[in-house]
């Protein structure tokens, strides 16, 4: 009889883990293009059964892949221990409120619909470290991507709250340029009116702040490096230069 741990890497070789991935990165970016359309939109979060209903479909495969990764696991209680965020972002909370008809804030309302992505966000990291060498490299592309997508949702919320409030805000390139501006610290003319902008202007530039320098110090260490290759193939080039000069009976040979 098979055990638990022949099972697992019958799974593994079968590439199961990695379809499971990618299901959640596709489905993630499901969700993002239709938290997008409906905030273009402009339309409440329960005036759209139809989110509703691909928002709670969507949190029922992330909670099977939470489930079948947990009895797939060769230490269920680290695996608990590590991934039970991940159980607890797949709860469709927004399809709760809908069915128990719960009144929260518009705020809070519409930032409930992204905590499904912090399940996608952790399978995009594992996605983009299959097609990096190294995990530093692996590293590094999950930091702009996830700097990326920060920008993109903060100016989301951005042009949803400060829309029809703010005289500077009519497009959504006006908030996508605020987001761009704020993140790098640089600043722009757009100055968040609404609590919830003012909010996202400080995370944003204090996301910027601690993001930023990363990027620096891996630029920085990748020169390095390849100076100290360089300098080290030239020392090898040397050597042999030198060994030829100082031996040329040997070399012929």
Same mark, same amino acid.
């Given at each position: 009889?098979a055990?638990?741990k022949?099972?697992? @890497?019958?799974?593994?070789?079968?590439?199961?883990?990695?379809?499971?991935?990618?299901?959640?990165?596709?489905?993630?970016v499901?969700l993002?293009?239709?938290i /997008?359309?409906?905030?273009?939109?402009?339309?409440?979060?329960? @005036?759209?059964?139809?989110?509703?209903?691909?928002?709670?479909?969507?949190?029922?495969?992330?909670?099977?892949?939470f489930?079948? @990764?947990l009895?797939l696991?060769?230490?269920?209680?680290?695996?608990?221990?590590?991934?039970?965020?991940?159980f607890?972002?797949?709860?469709?909370y927004?399809?709760?409120?809908?069915?128990?008809?719960?009144?929260?804030?518009?705020?809070l309302?519409?930032?409930?619909?992204?905590?499904?992505l912090?399940?996608?966000?952790?399978?995009?990291?594992?996605v983009?470290g299959?097609?990096? /060498?190294?995990?530093t490299?692996?590293?590094?592309?999950?930091?702009?991507?996830?700097?990326?997508?920060?920008?993109?949702?903060?100016?989301?919320?951005?042009?949803?709250? @400060?829309?029809?409030?703010?005289?500077l805000?009519?497009?959504?390139?006006?908030?996508l340029?605020?987001?761009?501006?704020?993140?790098?610290?640089?600043?722009?003319?757009?100055v968040?009116?609404t609590?919830?902008?003012?909010?996202?202007?400080?995370?944003?530039?204090?996301l910027?702040?601690m993001?930023?320098?990363?990027?620096?110090?891996?630029?920085?260490n990748?020169?390095?490096?390849?100076?100290?290759?360089?300098?080290?193939?030239?020392?090898?080039?040397?050597?042999?230069?030198?060994?030829?000069?100082?031996?040329?009976?040997?070399?012929?040979?």
């Amino acid at each position: 009889m098979a055990t638990l741990k022949q099972l697992n @890497e019958f799974f593994r070789k079968k590439g199961v883990f990695m379809i499971l991935h990618i299901i959640i990165l596709l489905l993630s970016v499901l969700l993002v293009v239709l938290i /997008s359309v409906d905030t273009f939109h402009g339309v409440e979060f329960y @005036e759209q059964p139809k989110f509703q209903k691909a928002q709670f479909w969507i949190c029922v495969v992330f909670m099977a892949d939470f489930f079948i @990764e947990l009895f797939l696991s060769d230490d269920k209680k680290h695996y608990l221990a590590t991934r039970f965020v991940f159980f607890l972002v797949a709860i469709p909370y927004q399809s709760l409120m809908y069915h128990y008809n719960w009144h929260l804030s518009r705020e809070l309302a519409y930032l409930i619909r992204y905590i499904p992505l912090v399940r996608g966000g952790y399978a995009m990291a594992i996605v983009v470290g299959w097609f990096t /060498s190294n995990k530093t490299t692996g590293l590094f592309f999950s930091y702009i991507i996830t700097l990326l997508s920060t920008v993109y949702f903060a100016s989301l919320t951005f042009f949803l709250f @400060e829309k029809g409030v703010n005289p500077l805000v009519t497009q959504y390139k006006d908030a996508l340029w605020w987001a761009a501006m704020d993140v790098t610290t640089v600043g722009s003319n757009i100055v968040a009116v609404t609590g919830v902008g003012r909010v996202l202007s400080v995370l944003l530039a204090a996301l910027g702040m601690m993001m930023f320098p990363i990027f620096t110090v891996y630029v920085t260490n990748l020169l390095t490096k390849r100076n100290q290759d360089a300098e080290n193939g030239t020392s090898i080039v040397r050597a042999y230069h030198n060994y030829i000069k100082n031996h040329p009976d040997q070399t012929k040979s």
